[in-house]
């Protein structure tokens, strides 16, 4: 099976901005995670999506919001971007549960200007 | 709050020798516990599973429910070893302690 796929893999933005990111899962897989890594904060939970819902959220500001397609795709939005936003943005997909063994993209990596 | 600390921020051991990473954790629930890890320009893959044991490379993790513990251990470390840990906490959603980079030299 492909794995977890996210595109871009590169972008660089300015402040003000605002960008979407794509991840495409393993085929099958229903659940979707977003995860934020910087070196100040580490790995933190962003979002997860199931069945087109949003079924749990981490702590961000609202300007951070995703969606999730009819095909499990998902895609994930930061508005305003401002410097503290520049990070790699790990996507993750399991079966039916964020709660089961997560399969995880390589990261779009995102610098804000 | 959910806490998850890894105290050691980096471990060096020499081939052959056993390793041993520290995980600690504080949470209201009982979570499912994991440990993640990201070898060099790789993408961060499950290591080991609490519930199930499912494993790679031969690591093991012992769950102290009492302590709030699940430090992992592999009794002969190898050179391919060398990577970044992450103990994971699962919660319906995943919390990473800040990692663990380990060296295994020659």
């Known amino acids: 099976k492909a794995g977890v796929t996210q595109t871009p893999r590169y972008l660089i933005k300015t402040r003000g901005q605002q960008v979407t990111l794509s991840c495409s899962p393993i085929?099958?897989?229903?659940?979707v995670s977003w995860y934020q890594q910087t070196p100040g904060q580490g790995l933190q939970f962003l979002f997860e999506?199931?069945?087109?819902?949003?079924?749990n959220k981490g702590n961000f500001p609202g300007r951070f919001s995703g969606r999730q397609f009819s095909n499990s795709r998902s895609e994930m939005n930061v508005s305003t971007l401002e410097l503290g936003d520049s990070a790699l943005y790990l996507c993750?997909?399991?079966?039916?549960?964020?709660?089961?063994?997560?399969?995880f993209g390589p990261g779009t990596r995102l610098l804000v200007l | 709050a959910q806490r998850v600390t890894q105290p050691e921020k980096l471990l060096s051991v020499f081939k052959g020798a056993p390793v041993e990473l520290k995980c600690n954790y504080s949470?209201?629930?009982?979570?499912?516990l994991f440990w993640y890890v990201q070898y060099s320009r790789q993408r961060l893959q499950l290591l080991l599973r609490?519930?199930s044991r499912e494993s790679i490379k031969g690591f093991t993790a012992d769950l102290n429910k009492g302590e709030t513990s699940f430090h992992l251990k592999k009794p002969f470390a190898q050179e391919e070893d060398s990577a970044m840990y992450y103990c994971?906490?699962?919660?319906?959603?995943?919390?990473f302690g800040a990692g663990t980079t380990v060296t295994v030299r020659a």
């Open positions: 993750a997909s399991s079966l039916t549960s964020a709660w089961e063994t997560q399969y």
């Open positions: 609490h519930i």
């Open positions: 999506y199931f069945s087109e819902t949003q079924r």
């Open positions: 949470y209201s629930g009982s979570p499912e």
């Open positions: 085929s099958g897989h229903r659940s």
């Open positions: 994971a906490p699962n919660d319906y959603k995943l919390s």
